[in-house]
């Protein structure tokens, strides 16, 4: 069985961006953290098989300074064309969007063991068709008043056993849940 975790930051009411989706908050945020500080980032990916990312959340972290994902495989979802950088070709592909349940069933009977499941629209189809398996979130210590949930609106809540919560110096606190599916169903 394929394993699906979401790995994100929000703010401290919950939010991943602005309603237009800027997240210059978050980008000043991580601009007080020292380098050092991943917040667990890589060791999570060490363990990711498969990427499966919303084309907006790849337009921008394709203009990040760095490359965050190393050589993990990436699948974006997109309904648009677009071009995927040259020094990415061999690890990133582009997939007409697909639905949740087509992809876990299509990778399962490939050598995927966990999917990371990245952008707002991807883990919110992913939340409501229960494929959701493991969750962190990163809060970073700022109210921002309003903006866009990476939940989005559930047709049924989701029940969750707590893992693990990690606090850091520079006041970010991280939170480790599994989805309790037995009573999700």
Known sequence: MVKVSVFIGTSLDGFIAREDGDIDWLDDANKKVTSSEDFGFNS???????????????ERVISF?????????????TSKDIQIPEKLEKTVTTRNISSPQQLISEFSNKSVNHIYVDGGIVIQDFLSARLVDEITVTIVPILIGKGKSFSG???????MHHLKTTVYDSGFVQIKYKINKKNNE
């Open 65 to 77: 300074d760095r490359w965050l994902y190393k050589e993990t495989k990436m699948i974006v979802l």
């Open 44 to 58: 999570f990916l060490e363990s990711v098989d498969l990427i499966i990312m919303g084309r907006k959340t790849f």
């Open 153 to 159: 609106l559930l047709s049924k809540d989701l029940i």
